[in-house]
């Protein structure tokens, strides 16, 4: 398999926090469980066929993909194919930071997967074709990055009240810092949210719960001795109900059955 991360030089990497190059992944499995992670990305398929989205449960597809995608938010998780035979370049953006890059609010993008013609530019089809056309992985980074900055640059405009809440959030993971974030910036808290809605996608408490989900399974990676009720008191669970509760909701399965369901790569869970 080849696998390649690049960090956009300046000022686009306040934007976006990677591109990820990959491609000739061979799984043993089908199809992959891929669990709210708090990104949005922007994927250049680079091969010629379509890419699915499945159904959770009965994997029956649901949506074809093409060529390039956007996609938005999640709060639940979604089933894509494993990789086999795949070339893709994915733009992975700074969290909450892909909202000027987009023709529309970022909540009406929550959950969903579109064409990225259609938010961002009809450009981005033109930049796939080029980087089809070039050879190098290096250059399909270099390409990308000037295409991107050239297209944007104008656009590129940070919303510090957006950037402090999230560091708030991510940094302390529980509901008290939602309360100490309103009064701190003294907005309302319904214009806190709809700020925080169209920057990002969810409202704060919401994209609160997908942190602390990352962190529960950030922290389940980095345990040898599994103890649930700990875990969930270090990640900011009241208790084990609320932990089981949210758990569930972001992956579609128990604790324990994700436990003994998870792969070598966080986020993405084999499906047989």
Known sequence: ???????????????????????GYFPEHSYERFLPDGNVQIIFDLTDYPKYIYDNESLKEIQACTNVWFSGFRTEPITIPAGENSEMLVVNFQMGKAFPFICEPMQNLTNHVVDAELVLSQEILDIRNRLQDVDTIAQ????????????????????????????????????????????????????????????VGVAPKDFLKVIRFQKTITEIEA????????????????????????FKIFSGYTPRQYLSQKGEYLNYVPVD
């Open 1 to 23: 398999m080849i696998f390649r991360i690049h960090i956009p030089k300046a000022p686009l990497n306040l934007f976006v926090e990677s591109f990820i190059y990959h491609k």
């Open 140 to 199: 399909k980074f270099s390409l990308l990055e000037e295409a991107l900055i050239g297209k944007f640059q104008s656009a590129m405009v940070e919303n510090p009240f957006v950037e402090y809440v999230i560091s708030s959030l991510t940094s302390v993971p529980n509901q008290q810092s939602l309360k100490s974030i309103a009064e701190k910036v003294g907005y309302s808290q319904k214009h806190l949210i709809d700020i925080f809605k169209r920057h």
């Open 223 to 246: 345990r040898h001795q599994i103890n649930w009720s700990a875990i969930a008191l270090d990640c900011g669970f009241y208790d084990q109900s609320h932990f089981n509760a949210d």
